[in-house]
């Protein structure tokens, strides 16, 4: 920076140094801005159910499990096509959010098990864990075995509570 | 330096108009350089397109947690490291390294950062792997849809 140094400089010359600071402030609250968008991570929180031992059978909780399970066809972009079963039931994919809701009252605590079909797209599973979570379940364990193929009439076994 | 009193008497100078925006601009460009360094570094594990959902849970970040990316080629990393070629392929460097990390401490949490383009069973293998390997503590990192 042009700084008077001595007594022999005239008057001084400093430049213009505001359109400078502009840029440079804007270009702070830009990152500024970014950084905490960044930030935010996102997602869902589950458990794994510990690895079952496939020799035992699961022992039966005192209480009904609750098994949330999407079936294909759910392709990539057609949520619509999506069929949801909670336990074997087939509830369409517009009713779902009401009808978790309702079976998940007064079982605020205990663990709903999710999963889908092999086939079924990840974000279309996704977005039936998100509305699961929308409808106040807190604790949801994901299912890491295939899926029994019998459609509809098949037991999903849902490992014990951890 | 003209103290106010000094400035207050008529024979005084004129006050000086402008005032001193060097400081200013010196803890600016700082400011400016710390947030350009800290905004690569915040991307943690390999780039993938997520999955957008309606209301995801904000899941704070955390010392424990470890980031395993799987991407839509089916390469699955840790962190920035890719560790298998494909999800269905050699596992065994992926497989040994989440033991030896389950070993060292199993309180962990795994975060799946899985591609929107997958099937939920490229996703459930992963889950599988890292559930032979103790862990279960899983979360899927989603993004929030944006409307509009």
Redesign the interface.
Same mark, same amino acid.
């Given at each position: 920076?042009g700084m008077a140094v001595g007594r022999r400089s005239g008057p001084m010359a400093d430049p213009n +140094?505001?359109p400078?600071?502009d840029i440079?402030?804007v270009?702070?609250i830009i990152? *500024?801005i +970014? +950084?905490t968008i960044?930030?935010?991570?996102?997602?869902?929180?589950?458990?794994?159910?510990?690895?079952a031992q496939s020799d035992s059978p699961p022992p039966q909780g005192p209480v009904e499990q609750i098994v949330v399970r =999407?079936a294909e066809p759910c392709q990539?972009g057609q949520f619509g096509t999506c069929k949801v079963f909670i336990n074997q039931e087939d509830v369409p994919i517009m009713q779902f959010p009401e009808r978790i809701k309702r079976v998940s009252e007064g079982r605020a605590t205990q663990t709903m098990f999710f999963?889908?079909? &092999?086939? =079924?797209?990840?974000?279309n599973? *996704?977005?039936v864990? &998100?509305m699961m979570?929308?409808a106040g379940i807190r604790n949801i364990g =994901?299912?890491? &075995?295939?899926v029994p193929v019998q459609m509809g009439e098949g037991t999903v076994d849902a490992p014990p509570v951890? | 330096m003209a103290s106010a009193l000094d400035r207050m008497r008529p024979d005084a100078p004129p006050a000086m108009s402008e005032p001193n @925006? $060097?400081p200013? $601009?010196d803890v600016?460009?700082v400011?400016?350089i710390i /947030?350009?360094v $800290?905004?690569p570094m915040?991307?943690?594990g390999t780039a993938v397109q997520l999955?957008?959902?309606?209301?995801?849970?904000? $899941?704070?970040?955390e010392e424990r947690q470890i980031i395993i990316p799987l991407r839509n080629d089916l390469s699955v990393y840790i962190a920035e490291d890719a560790y298998a070629k494909n999800l269905y392929g050699e596992m065994g460097k992926f497989d040994t390294k989440m033991r030896e990390l389950f070993a060292r401490n199993p309180s962990r949490?795994i975060?799946i950062k899985?591609?929107?383009?997958?099937? /939920?069973?490229? @996703?459930?293998t992963l889950?599988?792997h890292?559930?032979?390997s103790g /862990?279960?503590? @899983?979360?899927?990192?989603?993004?929030?849809t944006r409307r509009g």
């Open positions: 920076m +140094v505001i400078f600071i440079c402030l270009l702070l990152f *500024m +970014v +950084v960044l930030m935010a991570q996102l997602g869902y929180e589950s458990k794994l159910p510990p690895q =999407v990539m999963t889908a079909e &092999d086939s =079924v797209n990840y974000e599973a *996704m977005k864990l &998100d979570r929308s =994901v299912l890491a &075995d295939p951890p | @925006v $060097i200013l $601009i600016t460009l400011l400016l /947030f350009m $800290i905004t915040l991307q943690t999955p957008s959902t309606d209301q995801p849970e904000d $899941i704070k970040r949490q975060l899985a591609d929107r383009r997958l099937k /939920f069973g490229d @996703v459930r889950m599988k890292i559930q032979l /862990f279960t503590d @899983v979360g899927l990192i989603s993004d929030k």
